[in-house]
Nanobody, 119 residues
Framework: QVQLVESGGGLVQPGGSLRLSCAAS????????MGWYRQAPGKERELVAA???????NYVDSARGRFTFSRDNAKNTVYLQMNSLKPDDTAVYYC?????????????WGQGTQVTVSS
């Protein structure tokens, strides 16, 4: 069983920055895609950013240009650098990892980390 542990959330003022980390208990190179999702109160969970095993990234429109998704295979950790944060970015952020195996698609979730953007 793979474990994902997020960290780095907190309270930040509008315009500030945070870096979220997601440490995996196994090699992240084994995952086809890893992603950061977020869920705000009363809203559905949405994909914020994704990164493939080859390092290709994709972002939701609201995050593009402000967030950067990166990975460090040696540390089995992925990061989400969030700059120019807005109150609308307030949510619980979850790390997700997916891999396709001979038995099917496996998906894993972290426990989430709270990000609050407020003055």
């Amino acid at each position: 069983q793979v474990q994902l542990v997020e960290s780095g959330g907190g309270l930040v003022q509008p315009g500030g920055s945070l870096r979220l980390s997601c440490a995996a208990s196994s090699s992240i190179a084994d995952f086809n895609v890893m992603g950061w999702y977020r869920q705000a109160p009363g809203k559905e969970r949405e994909l914020v950013a994704a990164i493939t095993s080859r390092g290709s990234t994709n972002y939701v429109d609201s995050a593009r240009g402000r967030f950067t998704f990166s990975r460090d295979n040696a540390k089995n950790t992925v990061y989400l650098q969030m700059n120019s944060l807005k109150p609308d970015d307030t949510a619980v952020y979850y790390c997700n990892a997916r891999r396709l195996t001979i038995t099917g698609l496996e998906a894993y979730w972290g426990q989430g980390t709270q990000v609050t953007v407020s003055s």
